[in-house]
T-cell receptor
Framework: EAGVTQFPSHSVIEKGQTVTLRCDPI?????LYWYRRVMGKEIKFLLH????????ESGMPNNRFLAERTGGTYSTLKVQPAELEDSGVYFC????????????????FGSGTQLSVL | AQRVTQPEKLLSVFKGAPVELKCNYS??????LFWYVQYSRQRLQLLLR??SRESIKGFTADLNKGETSFHLKKPFAQEEDSAMYYC????????????FGGGTRVLVKP
């Protein structure tokens, strides 16, 4: 079974440019999450999709970040325009549950995208 | 404020020695608690969850509601245990919105 895949694995851009990160969850997983780890800090929740709907986007830092999951399959996270403080590792995770409030559901993580904004 | 704290950034132990990773949380209600691990050049993955009361790879974690702690322990560390470990509470009814601690890097020396 293919795991969660993220593309690209690394991205180096200049401040002010646009970057789009992609996440392909495990097939059949309704739940898709974005997290990020900014240098030296904790892994922070960004948002949660259930199929194509945004269930919780409380972690999105500002309106420069836009996440989509058209058709409920893969998701994209666009940063426009990128700022220096956006540098970090962006993780995607997916889980199967149809009811996301079920306890102790296992998350499957992708390898992450290392974003460097210069 | 809801938060999770892993006080040790780095734990260095010798092979065969016990290792304990501390995790303290401050959440209202009864959060579920997880430990995630990231081995070198691998993905972040679930190690264990308190609700299962399981032992994985020799690791156990005891939830102490009085002390609001969920420390991870292994009596005899192995070199392959070297990794980054994250304590992750999930507040009640929060979906899978995990909150991760800052992580503890474990280095097991031969």
């Amino acid at each position: 079974e293919a795991g969660v895949t993220q593309f690209p694995s690394h991205s180096v851009i200049e401040k002010g440019q646009t970057v789009t990160l992609r996440c392909d969850p495990i097939s059949g997983h309704d739940n898709l999450y974005w997290y990020r780890r900014v240098m030296g800090k904790e892994i922070k929740f960004l948002l949660h999709f259930v199929k194509e709907s945004k269930q919780d986007e409380s972690g999105m830092p500002n309106n420069r970040f836009l996440a989509e999951r058209t058709g409920g399959t893969y998701s994209t996270l666009k940063v426009q325009p990128a700022e220096l403080e956006d540098s970090g590792v962006y993780f995607c995770a997916s889980s199967q549950g149809r009811q996301h409030t079920l306890p102790a559901e296992k998350l499957f993580f992708g390898s992450g995208t290392q974003l460097s904004v210069l | 404020a809801q938060r999770v704290t892993q006080p040790e950034k780095l734990l260095s132990v010798f092979k065969g020695a016990p290792v304990e990773l501390k995790c303290n949380y401050s959440y209202s209600g009864s959060p579920e608690l997880f430990w995630y691990v990231q081995y070198s050049r691998q993905r972040l993955q679930l190690l264990l969850r308190h609700i299962s009361r399981e032992s994985i790879k020799g690791f156990t974690a005891d939830l102490n509601k009085g002390e609001t702690s969920f420390h991870l322990k292994k009596p005899f560390a192995q070199e392959e245990d070297s990794a980054m470990y994250y304590c992750a509470p999930r507040p009640a009814a929060a979906g899978n919105k995990l909150t991760f601690g800052g992580g503890t890097r474990v280095l097991v020396k031969p």
